[in-house]
Structures are given as structure tokens and as C-alpha cells.
């Protein structure tokens, strides 16, 4: 088992004059499952590449454990990498792809015998030991990946976006399997994902990356409940949470004609020092309600609606004095409006999440 941690680590590409991964902090715990979760570019793929040896750490240093990682050659650093692709030799077995590593290290046969179909039955692979990977599903081949990597017995798993070319329904049973399995092996794994739902629903702990910054680390929970901006905000939540900039009143923000209630503290903290009265909201789609006009509001009209069972969600824009400002609602299925009515949205007191306006950083009351 081990610990990884990046010591201000940098990567510059050639050519480029922004770093890739800048100056990246973080401490990853032993048996931890963290995920890196950002979009497109923000440096998460490049992170764990740094951490494997395919990329240089221009700046800082990575460490497993307290051996400093950063100039060691990949093979010496004692991690296994799961890739989005799989990464299997075509002309070899299930039983040769998963035992291949132990053979370049010329394990004994007895021994590859036994973590092969330990690993197997961990995968529910035993059946398909004698098969090629061409006779195997998308879900079945990467479990075979897993297997490869779980037989090497290494001290950090690295796996780089492995579900994305899974349909939707293997892909969350494939994460849930993952999840459960390294909760039974206990070996410390970075994860990589551009999926929030996923990074959500398997990490102990989510790094949120945007343009190769770490913007926060903290449990799914936090990260759902405090983000601590603007961008997390946006980010973490489907669908996304409701973001608007809106003038700063006496009592509170002004929503067109409604008026939600803040602090005078909170007030106070998200006015700029030259006394700019703006203030960033947020509201999740579940901590608002729809009601009549007579009680009162933001006037939205409906432009989609989508009824999934049991909820639905409502997508509409409000007409403010800067524009049509888009809104999303989540409701009961039951009884739903129609595209082209009137609602009225009543955000829930208290749940309403506060940004500072210019810097985009949390106001906590």
C-alpha cells in the first residue's frame, strides 16, 4: 500500500507557454480512491501521466510513499495503468494478456497459475480464460485490464477514463465493480474521468482541475454542498446548478421583481472593495419549488420539459433586465407544465449558494 503526493508539480509542454498541470498540491492517502474530474484540458489526464512516468514533471516533485518518483523510469515506480483503450494483445489469451507481466518477470508458473485465477474469479472472468479479446465484449475487456493489473499486485492502480467506451448501462455497472473491488483490495487509485455523475459516485475524495489549477479536493458531499466557487459549482451537479449574477438590494438579491434574502453579513462580504453591489447566485434544480403567480416568484417560461418516472426536470428562462436568464427545475412527475406556460419559481430559503461576483470565490455568512 501507499501514499502519492504532488509537491507543486508542474508540466509545460514545448511549445506552450501555460503549464498543462500548474503547480499542482495534493495529498492522496493509502487505500484512497481518488478521482480527477475537470473538463476537456484541464490537465487531469496529464496529472496521472506525471505520476506514472509517461510525462515529465517540469517543476516540484511527485512522491510514493517517501520515495521521490518525479526522474524514475515508469517500470520502477511500482504502479499498474488501466487505459481507456485497454491496451490487450489481440493473438494472446485472457489467461496470457492477465499473466504477462508476471511472465516478463519470470514469476514461476505455479505462482502466475494462482494470481491469475484469483483474479478471475475476483472479475467473474474464469470462464473465459482460453478466449481472445475480439471474443469478448467491451465490459469483459476491461475487466481483463483490471485483471492485468490487480495479478502485478503494484502499489497505486492509474486508471485513465477505462468506462468511456462502455455504453451507458455497462458503464454503471462497470463503476460499481470497480469501486467495490478496490474497496476489497485496498490499493490506493487515481481516477481519472471526465464524467462528474462517475467522479461522484466512486471517489472517497474528487479533485475538481479547470485549466490545469487544482480548483478544490473534498468528498463528494462537500464538493456538492460547498463548492468552494463558481466553476465547482457549475460543474459538480446534473443538471447543473442555476448561476446568476444579480444586483445587491437592501435584504438581499434582486431577481427581477423577487427579492432573495441574504445576511447583512453575507451582504457585506460579497461587495467589492470599491462598494459594487453585485453578487453571484446559485441554486441547485432541487431546492426550488414551482408555485402560482400569487405566491410570488421568478416568472419562468417553459421551453423543455423531461419526465423521467418518478421526477422532471423543467428548463426554462427568465426575462431580466440584462437578457433571458435559463432555468432548470427539478419537480414531480406527476403533474408537470407544458411547453410555452408561465411557472413561477420559489427558491428554497437557506439553500441558496453565495459567489463572490468579481473573484468568483465562495461568501460564507
Do not use: W
Not at 509542454?13 to 484512497?32: R, S
Not at 487505459?83 to 502466475?112: C, G
Amino acid at each position: 500500500m501507499a501514499t502519492v503526493t504532488y509537491k507543486g508539480a508542474s508540466r509545460i509542454y514545448p511549445g506552450t507557454k501555460t503549464p498543462a498541470v500548474d503547480k499542482l498540491d495534493l495529498e492522496i492517502g493509502d487505500g484512497e480512491f481518488l478521482v480527477l474530474v475537470g473538463p476537456s484540458g484541464c490537465g487531469k489526464s496529464t496529472s496521472l501521466r506525471m505520476l506514472a512516468g509517461l510525462e515529465e514533471v517540469d517543476e516540484g516533485e511527485i512522491f510514493i510513499n517517501d520515495t521521490d518518483v518525479s526522474n524514475l523510469p515508469p517500470k520502477a515506480r511500482d504502479i499498474a495503468m488501466v487505459f481507456q483503450n485497454y491496451a490487450l494483445y489481440p493473438h494472446m489469451t485472457v489467461f496470457d494478456n492477465m499473466a504477462f507481466a508476471l511472465k516478463l518477470r519470470r514469476t514461476p508458473k505455479s505462482e502466475i497459475k494462482e494470481k491469475v485465477a484469483e483474479a478471475a474469479k475476483l472479475l467473474d472472468l474464469e470462464d473465459y480464460l482460453n478466449r481472445k479479446p475480439k471474443a469478448l465484449s467491451g465490459g469483459q475487456r476491461q475487466r481483463v485490464a483490471m485483471g492485468r493489473a490487480i495479478v502485478r499486485e503494484p502499489q497505486v492502480f492509474l486508471m485513465d477514463e477505462p468506462l468511456s467506451n462502455l455504453d451507458a448501462k455497462l458503464r454503471v455497472q462497470t463503476r460499481s465493480q470497480i469501486a467495490s473491488l478496490q474497496q476489497r483490495l485496498g490499493v490506493t487509485t487515481v481516477y481519472v474521468t471526465h464524467d462528474q455523475v462517475e467522479a461522484m459516485t466512486m471517489g472517497h475524495r474528487v479533485a475538481v482541475l479547470k485549466d490545469g489549477l487544482l480548483q478544490q479536493v473534498d468528498t463528494p458531499r462537500t464538493l456538492y454542498d460547498k463548492p468552494s466557487n463558481v466553476f465547482v459549482a457549475g460543474f459538480i451537479g446534473s443538471p447543473a446548478m442555476n448561476i446568476k449574477t444579480v444586483p445587491l438590494v437592501d435584504g438581499g438579491a434582486k431577481f427581477g421583481d423577487v427579492t432573495l434574502p441574504l445576511s447583512r453579513e453575507v451582504r457585506d462580504k460579497a461587495k467589492d472593495g470599491d462598494g459594487d453591489a453585485k453578487v453571484t447566485i446559485g441554486i441547485r434544480p432541487e431546492d426550488c419549488t414551482l408555485g402560482p403567480a400569487d405566491n410570488g416568484g421568478i416568472a419562468v417560461e417553459v421551453d423543455l420539459v423531461e419526465e423521467l418516472g418518478s421526477d422532471a426536470f423543467v428548463y426554462g428562462h427568465a426575462n431580466f433586465d440584462d437578457g433571458a436568464e435559463r432555468f432548470v427545475v427539478r419537480t414531480g412527475g406527476r403533474i408537470v407544465p407544458q411547453i410555452g406556460d408561465t411557472v413561477h419559481i420559489v427558491p428554497e430559503q437557506g439553500r441558496e449558494h453565495v459567489f463572490h461576483a468579481t473573484t468568483g470565490e465562495r461568501v460564507e455568512g
